[in-house]
C-alpha cells in the first residue's frame, strides 16, 4: 500500500509539474503577443486575458481574471462581438474605433468559438490588432497627397490664365504685356521651388546612405552669407551677421544636406525680418555639440503655432509665404536632415520679436 501510495505521489507531483509548465508556457506565449487577447466561457465569464488587452482597454489583469466580460469592458462592440461569436458558433471580423480619454484607438478585431474535445462551443476568443499607427500614416500621407496637388494647381492655374488672355489680346498694351509675364515668371519660380523641395524631402525619406565627410561649420555658414550678399542689395534684406568662434568646429556629415538645412533657416530669418531689422548667426562648441542658432528680430510666430512649425506645408500666414515665394516645406527639410546627422533642430519665439532656431549636431573631433 505504502509502495502504491508512493507511485501515486510521484505521478500527481509530475501532473502538477506538467500543469505548472504548460502555465508558464501560456503565460509567456500571452506575455510576448503584440495583439490583446481575451477569452470567455459559455458563461460570459473572462477566462484569459493578456496585458496588451489590459493596456488597451484600461484595467489590471487581475481586476478582470473570472469576472464577467459586462462587468469589466466598457466597450460595448467587444461585448457585442464575443457573445455574437458564441451564438452564431462561427469566427468574426470587425474593424473598431475607441475613443479612450484623450485619445482614439483603431482596431482589427478577430473572434473565433472555442471548440472542447466533445466539438461542443466552451466559449469565445477575441484578438485585437492595433491599426492606430498604421491609420495615422496613411492620414498623413493622404494629407501630403492633397497638399501636393493643392500646391502645384495653383501656380499651374495662375499660369494658364494669364498665358490664355495673352494669346487672346495680341494687341495688349507693352506694359501690361510685361506685367503679366512678370507674373508668369514668378509662378514657374515658385513651381520649381516646389518641386525641388519635394525632391529634396523624397531623397530625405529614402534614407539613402549618402557620403559623408568631414564639415568645417564656419566656412559653410560664410559661404552662405557671402552668396546671399551676391544677389540681393544690402539695403533689400536685413543685416546679415556671422558670430563665428576662433577654433573651427567640425562635424561630419553630407555637405549639401547640412548647406541646405543651414541656408534654410538663414533664408527664413531673413524672409521673415524686415529690412531695417538684422540676422544672426552663432556658431559654437559645447561639450561634444556643435549649436548652429539663427537669430533674427523679425516677426516671430505666436506661441500656439510653435510646435507645429515643422509639419510639412505648415505656415502661420500661407498667404504672405506664398507671396515671398515659400514652399511651407523649407523647416519639415530641416528637421529632416538634422534627425538623419544624429542631431536636432528647436525652436524659440516672440510673437513680433523674433525668432531663435538652434540646431545641435554631434562634433566630430581630430581624434576620430
Ligand atoms: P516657408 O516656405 O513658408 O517659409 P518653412 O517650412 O520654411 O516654409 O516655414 C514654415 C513657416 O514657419 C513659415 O511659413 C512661417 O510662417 C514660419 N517661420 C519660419 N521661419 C520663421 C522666422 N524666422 N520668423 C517667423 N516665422 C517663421
Known amino acids: 500500500l505504502g509502495e502504491a501510495l508512493n507511485k501515486l505521489a510521484d505521478e500527481i507531483q509530475d501532473q502538477i509539474s506538467e500543469i505548472h509548465l504548460e502555465h508558464n508556457r501560456l503565460r509567456v506565449i500571452l506575455g510576448g503577443m503584440r495583439d490583446g487577447l481575451i477569452a470567455i466561457d459559455d458563461h460570459g465569464k473572462i477566462v484569459l486575458i493578456n496585458s496588451v488587452m489590459s493596456r488597451i482597454l484600461g484595467f489590471e489583469i487581475r481586476e478582470a481574471r473570472g469576472r464577467y466580460l459586462s462587468d469589466v469592458v466598457k466597450d460595448s462592440e467587444i461585448i457585442e462581438l464575443l457573445l455574437n461569436t458564441l451564438k452564431m458558433q462561427r469566427p468574426l471580423e470587425a474593424e473598431l474605433d475607441l475613443g479612450l480619454g484623450q485619445s482614439e ?6 473572434t473565433s ?12 476568443l477575441i484578438v485585437l490588432h492595433d491599426l492606430t499607427q498604421t491609420r495615422m500614416l496613411e ?5 501630403f497627397v492633397a497638399n501636393v496637388s493643392h500646391e502645384l494647381k495653383t501656380p499651374i492655374t495662375a499660369i494658364r490664365g494669364i498665358a490664355e488672355t495673352l494669346v487672346d489680346d495680341p494687341q495688349m498694351e507693352l506694359e501690361l504685356r510685361q506685367k503679366f509675364m512678370t507674373k508668369i515668371t514668378d509662378q514657374s519660380h515658385r513651381l520649381s521651388n516646389l518641386v525641388s523641395d519635394l525632391l529634396a524631402l523624397a531623397r530625405l525619406d529614402e534614407r539613402e546612405k549618402t557620403p559623408k565627410t568631414r564639415i568645417d561649420l564656419g566656412t ?4 552662405r552669407i557671402t552668396s546671399l550678399s551676391k544677389v540681393t542689395a544690402p ?6 551677421l556671422f558670430d563665428k568662434p576662433e577654433e573651427p568646429v567640425h562635424v561630419y556629415g553630407e555637405e549639401e544636406e547640412l548647406r541646405q538645412a543651414i541656408g534654410n533657416l538663414i533664408d527664413n530669418g531673413l524672409k521673415y525680418t524686415p529690412r531695417n531689422g538684422s540676422v544672426r548667426a552663432v556658431l559654437r562648441s559645447t561639450g561634444d555639440q556643435a549649436t548652429i ?11 500656439e503655432y510653435l510646435d507645429r512649425i515643422f509639419e510639412r506645408f505648415f505656415r502661420v500666414d500661407k498667404a504672405r509665404s506664398r507671396e515671398i515665394g515659400g514652399t511651407g516645406l523649407g523647416l519639415a527639410i ?3 536632415i538634422c534627425l538623419k546627422h544624429d542631431g536636432n533642430v528647436e525652436v524659440e519665439s516672440k510673437d513680433g520679436k523674433g525668432t531663435v532656431f538652434t540646431i545641435t549636431l554631434p562634433l566630430h ?3 576620430e
Request: glycine residues 8%; hydrophobic residues 35%.
Open 105 to 110: 484607438k483603431f482596431l482589427k478585431a478577430y
Open 113 to 124: 468559438p472555442l471548440i472542447d474535445y466533445g466539438q461542443d462551443v466552451s466559449g469565445a
Open 139 to 143: 492620414n498623413m500621407r493622404r494629407d
Open 220 to 223: 559653410l555658414i560664410e559661404e
Open 235 to 240: 539695403e533689400k534684406m536685413a543685416r546679415l
Open 293 to 303: 542658432r539663427i537669430e533674427d528680430n523679425g516677426i516671430g510666430i505666436p506661441e
Open 334 to 336: 530641416v528637421k529632416n
Open 365 to 367: 573631433t581630430d581624434s
